[in-house]
């Protein structure tokens, strides 16, 4: 397995880790999360979090739920099947990597792009903090993902000029 495949499958390992403790408790206890951060570790996380989105702590978002419910419930599936792919060797691994990877990269511009045309609305206040607390958390999967995408775009165009040199 290449360097690359091994790469892959640890950000997808990661991903999916984070999805279901996380991410999953943030859906689960989403309305309880004041009540419960003094107690529990993923509460004060998103307690600290909240300084630079209080979408995710004490004004809950509708869209927040919907990303959050589409990630956890959707985007894993996609992630345990990339993974079968790879490890299977299946011809579609990289246009499966490549579509699961470009939705993820275009998922967390988008969430930074809506946040800064609209003013950080959800921001409790602007500061260097809160901008780094707001897109550090976010770079693994905005890094992660577009380096995935980026690598299947190069392995499909590849094949793709291959295949016209054969013809």
């Given at each position: 397995?290449?360097?690359?495949?091994r790469?892959?499958?640890?950000?997808?390992?990661?991903?999916?880790c984070?999805a279901f403790?996380?991410?999953?408790?943030w859906?689960?206890f989403r309305?309880?999360l004041?009540?419960?951060a003094?107690?529990e570790l993923?509460?004060h996380?998103f307690?600290?979090?909240g300084?630079?989105d209080?979408a995710y702590?004490?004004?809950?978002?509708?869209?927040?739920i919907?990303?959050?419910g589409?990630?956890?419930y959707?985007t894993q599936?996609?992630?345990?099947w990339?993974?079968a792919?790879?490890?299977?060797?299946?011809?579609?691994r990289h246009?499966?990597?490549l579509i699961?990877?470009s939705?993820?990269t275009?998922?967390?511009v988008l969430y930074?792009?809506?946040?800064?045309?609209t003013?950080y609305p959800?921001?409790?206040?602007?500061?260097a903090?809160?901008?780094f607390?707001f897109?550090?958390?976010n770079?693994?999967?905005?890094?992660g993902?577009?380096?995935?995408?980026?690598v299947s775009?190069?392995v499909?165009?590849?094949?793709?000029r291959?295949?016209?040199?054969?013809?």
């Amino acid at each position: 397995m290449s360097r690359s495949d091994r790469v892959t499958l640890g950000l997808l390992c990661f991903f999916i880790c984070i999805a279901f403790s996380l991410e999953l408790y943030w859906l689960i206890f989403r309305d309880e999360l004041v009540a419960r951060a003094p107690h529990e570790l993923f509460a004060h996380l998103f307690e600290i979090y909240g300084d630079a989105d209080r979408a995710y702590y004490d004004r809950i978002s509708a869209l927040a739920i919907g990303l959050e419910g589409i990630n956890v419930y959707v985007t894993q599936l996609l992630n345990m099947w990339l993974i079968a792919a790879i490890v299977g060797r299946h011809h579609y691994r990289h246009v499966l990597q490549l579509i699961v990877s470009s939705y993820l990269t275009y998922s967390v511009v988008l969430y930074f792009w809506c946040a800064h045309v609209t003013g950080y609305p959800d921001m409790r206040y602007q500061s260097a903090y809160t901008y780094f607390l707001f897109y550090a958390p976010n770079l693994p999967w905005l890094l992660g993902y577009g380096w995935m995408a980026w690598v299947s775009a190069q392995v499909l165009s590849a094949n793709m000029r291959e295949a016209g040199r054969s013809h």
